[in-house]
């Protein structure tokens, strides 16, 4: 019988915030019945989808990958 | 003032470069580490920028990321192709795109890429070759 196996790819790692922060974060966490982890987590991806609503950024990217295509080919190849 | 990347720019050039979403990057990318790399090409010593042409602050952002690898669980590959994408990008943040029209060029540019991430040859040695195949956007 398989078994199916789930890994979930996170790494553990400690923060240093200001006194008043990590009350707050510890107010929000507990307001909204979550971790402390897991509001940080949805922070930082919080603010990472907003700066993917940035149009020009995202259109330069994309323009990258095209005219450097031949480089980072060789680059995974080597 | 050279403009920097931070760390939503690097998930964002990873999402681009390995075809994932936002939320995947964000929870396996080791985000203090990839924050202190994208500072350290803009790194001070008494006052003074310790790495001030744009040319050599790209390099020590490649190499500082291929050495860091904040991208976690993520092989050599993978480091090395998003490493670059984010030089290229700081490089069009300040105005400047790399000039590949050269049919050698970017067999020449990965062949330096690899050897700066392997250890044989110091960030000088692409920071050169940066001065020297970079060029101002257009519009700039």
Redesign the interface.
């Known amino acids: 019988v398989d078994e199916e196996v789930t890994v979930e ?3 553990t ?1 400690s ?1 240093r915030l200001p006194q008043d922060l990590a009350d707050l974060l510890e107010a929000i966490a507990r307001a909204d019945d979550k971790s402390m982890a897991e509001e940080v ?1 949805e922070a ?2 919080a ?6 609503k940035d149009t020009r ?2 259109e ?3 323009d ?2 095209v ?2 295509r ?3 080919e ?3 190849e ?1 | 003032v050279t403009e920097s990347l931070d760390v939503a720019d690097f998930v964002l050039i990873a999402c681009e470069e390995l075809g994932e979403n936002v939320d995947d990057v964000t929870a396996t990318t080791a985000l203090p580490i990839a924050h202190l790399a994208l500072l350290r090409p803009f790194e001070q010593i008494g006052g003074e920028e310790a790495f001030g042409p744009l040319a050599m602050k790209a390099a020590v952002l490649y190499s500082t990321l291929v050495r860091y690898q904040p991208l976690t669980g993520r092989g050599t590959a993978d480091h090395r192709a998003v490493a670059f994408r984010c030089v290229a990008e700081l490089l069009e943040r300040n105005g400047f795109a790399i000039d590949l029209s050269a049919e050698s060029s970017p067999e020449d540019l990965a062949r330096l890429l690899v050897g700066v991430a392997e250890g044989i040859h110091e960030d000088e040695v692409l920071a050169q070759w940066l001065h020297e195949n970079m060029a101002p956007k257009a519009g700039r």
């Open positions: 790819r996170y790494r790692m923060i987590r930082v991806a603010h990472v989808r907003k700066r993917a950024l995202r330069r990217l994309e990258q990958a005219r450097y031949r480089v980072v060789r680059l995974r080597a």
